[in-house]
């Protein structure tokens, strides 16, 4: 694989750019106004996921991966939008979904999915996103489109990102959101991760709780 992964995680966190926009003050009110109180860890969301059908690179060619029919394999679906250029934010989302999965049992592991989403298709192709995403978990699956396709997943989830260009340098980085979402089999994302609550102890109790 190209030599960006180990440089993210080594030693590229002195770029600018990749800055997370905060959404900590995501929070859920009844029809009374009152905030919505939840047994679980992340911020309850309970909304139905539109589905979305992208690109990866599996086997040694494109394979399309949707939503829904990888609901049909799996009780849980995580689900982080970013790049693989990101010098921060991204690596280290990914890190905690991977401490997360490590606290699950084998069985447990089976249930869950979790799928990197791509919002820099214009670099990022289905085999570079895929052995982005593999390189933190080999269950891990890295999905791309074309910039139509991923706007279109973008604006259905609410995610925002915008190229920022680098004076004096053809490389750019990309200003995102960086929530993670907990998508359940009946098609909800029934929870939303902000980076507050991005803790890998947190996340695999509450997935427990689901799969219970």
Known sequence: MRK???LLLAGALFLAGCEEKKQEGVVI??????????????????????NFCLKTYEGGKEKTVCLDELLKEKDVVLVFFGYTHCPDVCPAAMMVLKRAMKKLDEDEKKRVGVLF????????DPKTVSEYAKYFDKSFIGLTASPEEIKKVAKDY???????????SEDYLVDHSALIYLITKDGRIKLIYTTSKQKPELIAKDIKKILD
């Open 158 to 168: 609410k995610v925002f990102y915008k190229k920022i260009e680098r004076e004096g």
């Open 29 to 50: 009110y009844d029809a009374s106004g009152k905030p919505i109180r939840s047994e679980y860890n992340g911020v309850y969301y309970d909304k139905p996921a539109p």
């Open 4 to 6: 960006v992964i180990p």
């Open 117 to 124: 989403v791509s919002v820099d298709p214009e670099r990022d």
